[in-house]
């Protein structure tokens, strides 16, 4: 019976943590699905402003992140068929948004996704996407790899 992960990335050292715990945990490889997705935020009007040349460089080093953490999970055991790399382009509001409609179009059976450690006032300002969406999700197991 395959199971599906969908596992939330970006380019930070968190999401190759996240990657890395799906490495190294003891699971059957050939039975799961993995996608690797990531979500566009809404971009900022400071960001606009920097123009297409900005915004397409953000997106190649996603893509690259992507393509590393899809290496090392075939370097693992993971067969490359089981592996998408999904870029959702669609602007959502914030983040957490974008993978809580994302995952409700799909059919996985768990999230996981890194988490810089934040203290309580920058988690307030900034907002964190892992506590949304074990709230949101919960009806479906999120796995948060601190790092």
């Known amino acids: 019976m395959n199971q599906t992960i969908l596992v939330i990335m970006n ?10 715990f799906l490495a190294q945990i003891p699971l059957c490889f050939a039975e799961i699905q993995v996608t690797l997705m990531h979500v566009f ?7 606009e402003m920097m123009g297409k040349k900005f915004m397409q460089a953000e997106q190649e080093k996603i893509l690259t992140a992507m393509s590393v953490a899809r290496k090392r999970l075939v ?12 870029l959702v382009e669609q602007a959502y509001p914030t983040v957490a948004d974008g993978i ?15 988490r ?3 203290s309580k006032a ?26």
């Open 11 to 20: 380019d930070m050292p968190c999401s190759k943590s996240a990657v890395e």
């Open 41 to 47: 935020r809404k971009p900022a009007g400071s960001e």
């Open 75 to 86: 370097t693992a055991g993971y067969p490359p068929d089981n592996i998408r790399i999904r």
């Open 122 to 147: 920058e988690e307030f300002v900034m907002g964190d996407a892992s506590i949304k969406l074990i709230r949101a999700l919960d009806k479906a197991p999120v796995i948060v790899v601190k790092c």
């Open 116 to 118: 810089k450690k934040m």
């Open 100 to 114: 809580i409609a994302e995952f409700e179009k799909g059919t996985y059976d768990l999230v996981v996704i890194g």
